[in-house]
């Protein structure tokens, strides 16, 4: 669990389902680092200048991947939705159980087969939050939508 939702858990709130972020998502990221780095090598002794540049967008591109990792954040408590994307520009959501109708999700071909998609958090009216680059986001889901029921059906029977 992230320093973000970490910070805004209440009292009594506790986390019931965390979802995951896919580091599979982020092998292009690596992949473009490692052809710098293989640039920076080839140029390490005959151009020092095409060196360096090659080494920093080669950290850059194997820094990507950890921020984004660690910069997404998707929990449900057993009152609320708390999650928060991005790193340098920010999009949080933190919305009440109640205000909440559902879970969906969505994949494409190579998400697919790569086991990571996006998880959106349907709120009442046309609220909608994707949440990107979440792992086996079917199960995920299932589990959201699950734990969203069990919360109606306690508020049901205590009304």
């Known amino acids: 669990?992230?320093?973000?939702?970490?910070?805004?858990?209440?009292?009594g709130e506790e986390v019931i389902v965390e979802a995951k972020v896919s580091w599979l998502n982020q092998l292009k990221f690596l992949l473009f680092g490692i052809?710098?780095?293989?640039?920076?090598?080839?140029?390490?002794?005959?151009?020092?200048v095409v060196a360096l540049?090659?080494?920093v967008i080669a950290i850059l591109f194997f820094a990507s991947p950890y921020i984004n990792v660690i910069s997404t954040e998707l929990v449900m408590t057993n009152k609320r939705v708390l999650g928060k994307f991005g790193f340098i520009s920010r999009e949080t959501c933190d919305i009440c159980l109640d205000k909440i109708e559902?879970?969906?999700?969505?994949?494409?071909?190579?998400?697919?087969?790569?086991?990571y998609g996006h998880i959106?958090?349907?709120?009442?009216?046309?609220?909608?939050?994707?949440?990107p680059c979440i792992a086996?986001?079917?199960?995920?889901?299932?589990?959201?939508?699950?734990?969203?029921?069990?919360?109606?059906?306690?508020?049901?029977s205590s009304n």
């Open 120 to 131: 959106i958090v349907k709120g009442s009216g046309d609220n909608t939050t994707p949440f």
């Open 136 to 156: 086996d986001p079917p199960n995920t889901n299932k589990k959201l939508n699950e734990k969203l029921d069990e919360f109606h059906e306690k508020a049901k």
């Open 35 to 48: 052809i710098a780095l293989i640039v920076a090598i080839a140029f390490f002794g005959s151009n020092t």
């Open 102 to 115: 559902g879970f969906s999700f969505s994949q494409g071909i190579l998400e697919r087969i790569l086991g």
């Open 1 to 11: 669990m992230g320093s973000y939702v970490q910070g805004n858990l209440t009292n």
């Open 53 to 55: 540049v090659a080494l």
